[in-house]
């Protein structure tokens, strides 16, 4: 990385973490993008040229949480289902405390502030559905399906309706007071019993390298 580069790497990391300040200091409906910029002593147009929005600053790790469950499909091993490939993605985060869990302690303040913004959980949603969209594409990538074949897309929404439970799931024991080490015992029985029960229904879908059969083929 040039030195241009890591300028601009420290001045997005500065304004973010200015922002996350100011939010859990006042809540995310009372702070305003020129309160955040005065305080980085940037411009306003500054803050808008790294951060979109007024959700970009709060969530600005949001790109790599859509990129998750497509990432862990791409990734799977020979033989190893879409289902599987989800499954192990989220307790190999589980393990090593991946921070967009919001797992760790002292974490209750930033999901009290998601839970009084309208603002932020309208954003959470359409992350979801941003995840769900590139999923379905990674999926139809994947297994070379036909454009009119519905299974990626209904692959698609059914994994991430899964992925977005566990993480609801986290945000509410965390609000609820929960020690975040009890949380996470309690979300990984909760994430094998909701794997378990997809794999039910999806158990060879999109598994590498396996030899299609009719059943995968597109309804006519």
Known sequence: MGLREEKKQATRAAIADAALGLFLERGFDRVTVADVARLVRVSVNTVFNYFPTKEDLFFDRQDEVARRL?????????????????????????????????????????????????ALQARLRQMRDRSEEMLAETLRAETDANPDDPLPTIAAAMLTAADSTLHTAIRQKILNGKNPDLVRTEVRALAESTFDALAGGLTSYARKNATKTPAAANPT
């Open 70 to 118: 497509p990432a862990a499909i791409r990734a799977r091993a020979d033989g190893e289902s879409a289902v599987e490939a989800a499954r192990r993605a989220f307790l190999a985060e589980l393990d090593r405390d991946e921070a967009t869990l919001g797992l760790h302690p002292g974490i209750a303040p930033f999901w009290r502030v998601v839970e009084e913004s309208a």
